[in-house]
């Protein structure tokens, strides 16, 4: 059965250096793997997808995501932090099963960015 | 370009009141979900429909049912709600067959149950 954890569920980072918000998930297939931002009182917006195609994956907004198989690991990270990327952010596995996509998502890391 | 719509935004209900939220998007997708938002809980998934004229409980179904009334619309009915129920719910679509196929969110709708 798929599953992700979000290892962080508060990260503070001061204005300028750098992000890491850390995602492992536990999939029986090759999975998707996505981040999501939403900020406060909005809906969900995609960051970026892992597609495969490559395993360093760029984003809106400056951020990247780096696929490792061998850790189950999808990281996502920024060299420097604004003010704008206090939210909170998940990450979600999908799978295929009999024809249906599910999508599985982690209990979320809420950034905070101090001045 | 619309996406995904959600209404209302906001509700306040009774315990034991019913309620239906809507939910409509504009981009031919087959796949539409139905999620709860509670906080430290993530989002979990309360129904799903992979295409029109079928659904399948999530993880949460208890006290909703669902109607996918044509490819277009999918909406989310409490019979009678409880406290329980008060949360964040969200619509989305996907489009299966695609690999790597994101989900596509509404705004949601704030629901509180008194």
């Known amino acids: 059965a798929q599953s992700v954890t979000q290892l962080d569920s508060h990260v503070s980072v001061s204005e300028g250096t750098p992000v890491l918000l850390r995602c492992n998930y536990s999939?029986?297939?090759?999975?998707?793997l996505f981040w999501y931002v939403q900020h406060p009182n909005k809906g969900l917006q995609l960051l970026l997808k892992?597609?495969?195609?490559?395993?360093l994956v760029k984003g809106i907004n400056g951020f990247e995501a780096e696929f490792k198989k061998s850790e189950t690991s999808f990281h996502l990270t920024k060299p420097s932090a604004h003010m704008s990327d206090a939210a909170e952010y998940f990450c979600?596995?999908?799978?295929?099963?009999?024809?249906?996509?599910?999508?599985?998502f982690g209990t979320g890391t809420r950034l905070k960015v101090l001045a | 370009n619309a996406g995904v719509t959600q209404t209302p935004k906001f509700q306040v209900l009774k315990t034991g009141q019913s309620m239906t939220l809507q939910c409509a998007q504009d981009?031919?997708?087959?796949?539409m979900y139905w999620y709860r938002q509670d906080p430290g809980m993530g989002l979990r998934l309360i129904y799903y429909?992979?295409?029109?004229?079928?659904?399948d409980k999530g993880e949460v179904p208890n006290g909703y049912n669902v109607s996918r009334l044509n490819k277009r619309e999918f909406s989310l009915r409490l019979e009678s709600a409880a406290p329980s129920q008060t949360s964040v719910y969200f619509c989305?679509?996907?489009?299966?067959?695609?690999?790597?196929?994101?989900?596509?969110f509404g705004n949601g709708t704030r629901l509180t149950v008194t």
């Open positions: 989305a679509s996907s489009a299966p067959g695609r690999v790597y196929s994101p989900l596509h």
């Open positions: 999939s029986s297939y090759s999975p998707s």
């Open positions: 892992y597609t495969s195609a490559a395993t």
């Open positions: 979600v596995v999908s799978e295929q099963n009999s024809g249906t996509y599910k999508y599985i």
């Open positions: 981009m031919n997708h087959n796949s």
């Open positions: 429909s992979a295409s029109e004229g079928t659904t």
